[in-house]
């Protein structure tokens, strides 16, 4: 930079940096704060630390600004970031290759640091700047490796070759400072010698498994030590030495544990998951191994092992199993105390994997309840309760119906609970679930509390003015998701108010005159929590973020009560329609295509709907018209153009449908013409090579993509398939359930066997589209 800038210019670039919408001004911010940055104060402080040779520097600066009323703001910012850059783990001389690779083992410095963590008892400070030295220098010399070996210079590998046995014996001679950390409970510097051990081997990886290779006659290469010295970390008793919560700090671990888990569910069909489930509950319990062999007792770290390889294949346990699962729920139920967290961790979680035998063994329920109940209020066990909740909350809801009024004290106490904001949506998902299974009577009034528990912290939020920080309750992001959780899973079965009873063929599936008429349970509630999230968008219109949350829980709450609701579209559309002329987010625009979705049909709607097309497009030219205009906004344009093939997509999907039905129809039509056997027989043909693939794409677009009001045109088609061959078209439904996944998008169980069953006799047996449709709707309930 040629001259410094005013204050209000870097004000400036700070403010687009984090608030622009424009996805190509907080760029330009970020390259001008970058040069900004090395520029001016900086940059003179980092000198001082690196320059040796200045003696006096704090001295010869005061000298040398102080005098100038003009020079005292730098002067004052330089001695501002000096302090902060001095403490700077980014400012390292070993990094910038500042101390050459070779001069490491002779390096005073080095020699101190290790002096340091060889003695147990050194400060904590200063025992935690040592260890930060000697991972950097590990890093350093994982990188200098590989750059080194791709050269051909014999001296540099020989250089290498003695800087890495340096560093192996001295990290390797740490581990009896380690032990007595451990003896001395003193977690933090246990912690710093892990990280050491950790960085020894990521750096030695690709050496240990070259060198192996390398070895004759099945020696040990011997920076295979390193794996022991892990091992011994892994043996702790802390459980933050151990096994790393997910979302604790622990990502790669979680990740790695996960891959673990998918591995364990290919490979167990070889021995069958029943047999591996019993010998893992042998191992637990001190029974004889595989080969009759005497098991000892098991420590923490292999209990924990053996409840995670059972977790794994929980679910392929057959419900009615009665001899080893019963026995492992008891042992999870009555854990002591004084057990290790992970283990108590990784049986909850088993325990949730176990949701479809408690289904059917409801006695297990109550005491399963109050355990994981239990463990909701432990810090560290809390996410992994939730989880189990919810599992058993989607496997159970009937049997759950009658402990609703204990979900909902969770729900009311859910921020008193240590767990994270994806646990507590996780817990209300659960009890949104059951809530959807109690009487419609009572659906109302629950989902009302429910509801206004978050409703109330939201208002509190738009009336005391409250700055925004992320994560915290004065986010209003909380509490939009988890609302949006509540009506995205409080789902009650419920007639379609547009359908009329067919009373020339009474089914059990079709709703009376009198249930057809009723208001849904839902919508008084959905009314009532619109002039919240109205406000909610009034206030935070500029921020987005809040935006996008907020239409996303308008999506659900619409989405949640479907065409009763129409009498809220015209206040949305008032709403979104001023706020996307002004700021052009285009969650409006997405927000707008949900509503063509489920108002497209009722003609008394579409006049809002055009008038609110016709609003939106002027704004969305003017803002993709600017240059790089559809680079630079991806979004706006993905939306747009949904919003207009929803506009289009009933007439596609009827014109589509309607070839189908045609030719199906004319297969075993006009019988009396003289071609009706020669079309008879091409329909046949058609069928037998398409028929399958046919059905398999109807019912993935009946469950996935299509809206419930497009079902009654694919029921059309169904129907003629079942009357030109009934028994192909059984078979053919059959292998098309066959294909649909066990679990939604979010690892929730889907339908049941009887529900599988249920469907496909339902459509199989109907003879009207009507029948059809329903069934069709409600199937598609279970993966929506």
């Known amino acids: ?37 090395k520029s001016l104060c900086l940059a003179l402080a980092d000198l001082v630390l690196q320059m040796q040779s200045w003696q006096k520097p704090i001295v010869d600066l005061i000298n040398r600004f102080g005098t100038s009323t003009a020079n005292l703001w730098p002067l004052l910012e330089i001695l501002t970031v000096l302090p902060e850059e001095a403490s700077s783990r980014s ?111 990521e750096t ?58 998918d591995l364990i569910k290919d490979v167990v069909f070889v021995v069958g998951s029943s047999h591996c489930f019993r010998q893992m509950f042998s191992s637990l319990t001190g029974g004889p191994g595989p080969q009759g062999q005497a098991v000892h007792t098991p420590t923490w770290d292999s209990t924990e092992a053996a409840l995670f390889v059972m977790q794994a294949v929980a679910k392929n346990i057959l419900p009615e199993e009665n001899d080893v699962v019963p026995k492992v729920v008891e042992a999870i139920l009555h854990l002591p105390e004084n057990t290790h967290i992970a283990v108590r961790y990784t049986s909850i979680l088993l325990l949730g994997e176990l949701c479809e035998w408690i289904d059917r063994h409801p006695q297990s329920l109550e005491p399963v309840l109050n355990f994981l109940l239990a463990c909701l209020n432990q810090k560290g066990l809390g996410t992994a309760a939730s989880g189990a909740l919810l599992s058993i909350c989607t496997a159970c809801p009937l049997h759950m119906s009658s402990h609703f009024s204990g979900l909902l004290q969770i729900a009311r106490s859910l921020d008193n609970f240590p767990i994270s904001n994806d646990a507590a949506i996780g817990l209300l998902k659960g009890v949104s679930i059951i809530l959807a299974r109690l009487p419609h009577e009572e659906i109302t009034t629950a989902m009302r509390e429910l509801c206004c528990f978050q409703a109330s912290s939201l208002w509190a939020l738009l009336t005391d003015s409250i700055p925004i920080e992320r ?47 009723k208001p849904h349970p839902c919508q008084s509630v959905v009314v009532e929590m619109w002039p919240v999230l109205s406000n909610v968008c009034e206030k935070y219109q500029r921020d987005v973020r809040v935006m996008e949350r907020c239409c996303r829980c308008i999506r659900f709450a619409v989405r949640c009560v479907g065409k009763y609701s129409a009498h809220l579209l015209e206040p949305i559309v008032k709403q979104i329609v001023p706020l996307y002329t002004v700021h052009q987010h285009s969650c409006f625009l997405y927000l707008g295509s ?10 008394e709607c579409v006049w809002n709907l055009v008038n609110m097309l016709q609003a939106f497009i002027g704004p969305t030219f003017a803002l993709l018209e600017q240059e790089d205009g559809l680079k630079n906004h991806p979004d706006t344009v993905d939306d747009l153009f949904r919003l207009c093939a929803s506009l ?3 007439d596609a999907n009827s014109s589509v449908m309607k070839f189908f039905y045609d030719l199906l129809h004319s297969g075993r039509s006009y019988k009396d013409r003289s071609d009706y056997t020669i079309r008879r027989q091409l329909v046949q043909n058609i069928m037998q090579e398409k028929g399958q693939t046919l059905v398999i ?69 109907s003879e009207t589209p009507k029948t059809v449709t329903h069934a069709l709707r409600n199937f598609a309930r279970l993966y929506r």
């Open 91 to 201: 400012l390292s001389w070993i990094t910038v290759h500042a101390i050459p690779l070779e001069a490491i083992p002779s390096s005073d410095v080095i020699a101190y640091a290790l002096q340091v963590l060889s003695n147990h008892m050194a400060g904590s400070q200063l025992h935690e700047t040592a260890t930060d030295c000697i991972c950097v220098i590990l890093q350093t010399l994982g990188e200098d490796t590989n750059r080194i070996n791709n050269s051909a210079s014999a001296i540099a590998q020989a250089q290498l070759q003695q800087v890495q046995l340096c560093i192996f014996t001295s990290v390797m001679n740490l581990e009896q400072p380690y032990h007595l950390s451990v003896a001395h409970e003193d977690m933090e510097k246990s912690i710093n010698y892990c990280r050491i051990f950790t960085e020894l081997a």
């Open 204 to 261: 030695f990886l690709e050496l240990m498994v070259a060198g192996s290779e390398a070895t004759e006659g099945g020696e040990q290469f011997y920076a295979t030590q390193i794996l022991d010295l892990v091992l011994t970390c892994v043996g702790h008793h802390d459980y933050e030495l151990g096994l790393v919560e997910e979302g604790g700090g622990g990502e790669e671990f979680a990740d790695f544990r996960n891959r673990v888990s």
């Open 594 to 603: 949900i509503l063509v979705d489920e108002y497209a049909t009722d003609s």
């Open 471 to 517: 994560g915290t309750k004065t986010d209003p992001v909380i509490w939009l998701d988890r609302l949006a959780a509540i009506f995205k899973h409080t789902n009650p079965q419920i007639p379609n108010p547009i359908d009329e009873p067919n009373i020339d063929e009474p089914n059990i599936d079709e709703p009376n005159i009198d249930e057809s008429n």
């Open 697 to 765: 794409k109807l019912l993935h677009a009946s469950v996935f993509e299509l809206s419930s009001y497009m079902l009654s045109d694919v029921a059309d088609v169904i129907i003629e398939l079942t009357r030109n061959d009934t028994d192909l078209m059984s078979k053919w439904l059959r292998e098309a359930i066959l294909t649909m996944p066990l679990q939604n998008a979010g690892g929730a169980p889907t339908a049941t066997c009887e529900q599988f069953t249920e469907f496909h006799n339902t459509v199989t047996r």
């Open 648 to 650: 289009d997509h009933r």
């Open 1 to 37: 930079m040629d001259s410094p800038p005013n204050l209000d210019t870097v004000y400036q670039a700070v403010c687009s940096l984090y608030n622009n919408t424009n996805p190509a001004e907080p760029g330009k911010a970020s390259l001008w704060l970058g040069e900004l940055q």
